[in-house]
């Protein structure tokens, strides 16, 4: 029987720019049942720079996903770095539901004793500090490493390679030398281009944060793994009517010129 697994992809696009996305499945192995459907969200943030938008993201995604059971979906995966979303997820569904941000952190700790993130702009680091504060493990990251180039979520690092490698290989190398960092997280799902140019000029691991979410995902179907209920609780009064109302009238409104 095969199971299907959502990947909910942040931001509104076209197909040829959602198919960058879904090349993060490129030379990854799973069993023949398991196949990942890629799905946009209708509305949000043009991008995650500020508490503003981090709130918008939440409910995006959170609408994408939350009749994913209902779907027929066996897992959901959040394709964003800041796991916009999961929470909220967990609580509705009893599928489980994963984001690359704790997962690429927790695996980290699994490969080495401290690590670096390796991220486009300064402001995103936020959204690391929040996992880092409910992780309890600030103490374990050894650097987050900025290179200050405008991210682009639609057509992630796209002709910008010859720019944007070297400058990630160049954090890189500072993060190991002068931070201490033994293994390496790349800091957002839209710089998975950059993974292999990495993994063959750096001495310690570097984690691909959209791939590990998905092989998180497969092992949890294999062993029967979810969120736990009770540090999950399901809501008293659910109201997934009025969250989908409000995604069609602001998609509504982002369509209008």
């Known amino acids: 029987m095969t199971r299907k697994v959502l990947v909910i992809v942040p931001f509104a696009m076209s197909a040829d ?26 509305a949000g943030p043009v991008n995650y720079s500020s508490h503003h938008d981090f709130v918008l993201a939440d409910v995006a995604n959170f609408e994408a996903g939350c009749r994913a059971q209902d779907e027929g979906y066996a897992a959901v995966c959040i394709d964003t770095m800041s796991d916009s979303g999961v929470a909220a997820l967990r609580a509705v569904l009893d599928i489980p539901v994963f984001g690359p941000g704790k997962v690429s952190m927790l695996t980290a700790l699994m490969l080495g004793d401290r690590f670096s993130i390796l991220t486009m702009a300064s402001r995103w680091k936020p959204l690391y500090k929040k996992a880092l504060d409910e992780l309890g493990m600030h103490h374990k990251c050894a650097s987050v490493r900025a ?18 490698f070297p400058l990630l290989e160049q954090a890189a190398r500072k993060a190991i030398a ?15 281009q950059a993974h292999a140019y990495l993994v063959d000029r750096l001495p310690v691991p570097v984690i691909n944060p959209g791939p ?3 092989k998180m995902a497969e092992a949890a179907l ?8 009770v540090a999950y609780p399901a809501p008293m009064h659910p109201r997934l009517d009025m969250l989908q109302a409000m995604l069609s009238a602001a998609q509504g409104a982002s369509d209008r010129p």
């Open 222 to 229: 294999a062993l029967g793994l979810r969120q736990s209920r």
């Open 212 to 214: 590990v979410s998905y």
């Open 178 to 192: 002068e931070d201490g960092a033994e293994v390496l997280i790349l800091g957002s799902t839209t710089m998975h």
């Open 17 to 42: 720019n959602l198919l960058l996305r879904e090349q993060q499945l490129a030379g990854l192995q799973f069993g023949p049942d398991l196949v990942f459907e890629y799905r946009t969200v209708r």
């Open 147 to 164: 290179i200050e180039v405008p991210p682009d979520n639609q057509g992630l690092l796209a002709g910008k390679e010859e720019l944007v």
